[in-house]
């Protein structure tokens, strides 16, 4: 994913001039009642515009060194903390803290924002057993499981399900605020999403809006509903399964329909949006079943 975000800072659309370029979208985050946020991101724009062709260059080059130095194993660590650093930056930076700072943010258009679950994942991860991926041996899990991915990271198994918990209930009360509750207030997100996206893509968004019309407050519960299952449903085990499942459609749909597939066929995206790595982060904690024999197998034997 960081190779990918690297190569689309490369794309001809960053390195135009002015409101037209990488900076026009991300001068939009300075837009609202003024804050440390945004003076923050309009000090940010204000630089990059200065050297653009530097900055981009830069920041491409960054993603692609996280993602090359995550593929070999003496670097994983170093790239993992280089990874969940880089993110805390762009979180802040470049997404004003997931859109939450202003109104009618919502997950099915990118809230809470994927560099905060790139953030988290980049800890779930990070392996503190010598010699162990993440993941490999540790303790059975209920019913007989083995481990997650993330069960040898640094939050441990316990600590990457509650992550995963506060991020599905915090969105899901994102969706309590008013302009998404309000009758058109789905419709009208889903049909300024069609701007500028290709025939296909725009047809969907306009389908969508047309089909949500004057129905956003039985939507939104609907969402915040789904939101709270998938968070809640991970911390028992008997619903653990079906939480991720449901987290990881709900990702997809949201991925194809409010997200666009993260404007990457515009030739705008500077990311893939938050659905890919929430399910990145769904199968990271997918309980897998234990092998044959494996519970009672002696270290050292077999």
């Known amino acids: 994913m960081w190779l990918l975000d690297g190569a689309l800072q490369f794309q001809p659309y960053m390195y135009e001039k002015g409101s037209k370029g990488f900076f026009?979208?991300?001068?939009?985050?300075?837009?609202?009642?003024?804050n440390f946020i945004t003076d923050a991101i309009r000090t940010l724009v204000a630089t990059g515009v200065a050297?653009?062709?530097?900055?981009?260059?830069?920041?491409?080059?960054?993603?692609?060194?996280i993602g090359a130095c995550l593929l070999y194993g003496r670097t994983t660590r170093i790239a993992l903390a280089a990874s969940a650093i880089w993110a805390a930056g762009v979180w802040v930076g470049g997404e004003a803290l997931g859109q939450m700072i202003f109104p009618q943010a919502s997950m099915l258009t990118g809230a809470p924002g994927a560099a905060l679950v790139y953030l988290v994942v980049s800890l779930v991860l990070w392996p503190v057993r010598d010699g162990e991926?993440?993941?490999?041996?540790?303790?059975?899990?209920?019913?007989?499981?083995?481990?997650?991915?993330?069960e040898a990271g640094l939050l441990g198994a316990a600590g990457a399900r509650a992550a995963w918990a506060v991020i599905w209930?915090?969105?899901?009360?994102?969706?309590?605020?008013?302009?998404?509750?309000?009758p058109r207030g789905v419709s009208a997100q889903l049909a300024y999403s069609?701007?500028?996206?290709?025939?296909?893509?725009?047809?969907?968004?306009?389908?969508?809006?047309?089909?949500?019309?004057?129905?956003?407050?039985i939507i939104a519960f609907s969402m915040l509903l789904v939101e709270l299952f998938a968070g809640w449903g991970i911390v028992r085990a008997p619903t653990r399964r079906a939480a991720?499942?449901?987290g990881i459609a709900a990702s997809l749909v949201y991925w194809v329909v409010g997200q666009n597939f993260?404007?990457?066929?515009?030739?705008?995206?500077?990311?893939?949006n938050l659905g890919p790595v929430m399910i990145l982060f769904a199968l990271c904690l997918w309980p897998r079943t234990r092998r044959a024999g494996a519970a009672e197998a002696v270290p050292g034997q077999g």
């Open 133 to 150: 991926a993440p993941g490999e041996a540790g303790e059975a899990g209920e019913a007989g499981e083995a481990g997650e991915a993330g």
């Open 194 to 217: 069609a701007r500028g996206e290709p025939g296909a893509v725009a047809w969907i968004d306009k389908t969508s809006a047309h089909l949500a019309a004057g129905h956003g407050t």
């Open 169 to 182: 209930c915090g969105s899901a009360l994102l969706e309590l605020e008013s302009g998404n509750f309000a």
């Open 244 to 246: 991720l499942a449901t």
């Open 24 to 34: 026009g979208p991300l001068s939009q985050n300075t837009m609202g009642r003024p």
């Open 262 to 272: 993260g404007l990457m066929l515009t030739g705008q995206a500077t990311d893939p």
């Open 51 to 65: 050297h653009q062709v530097l900055f981009n260059v830069t920041i491409g080059l960054v993603q692609l060194a």
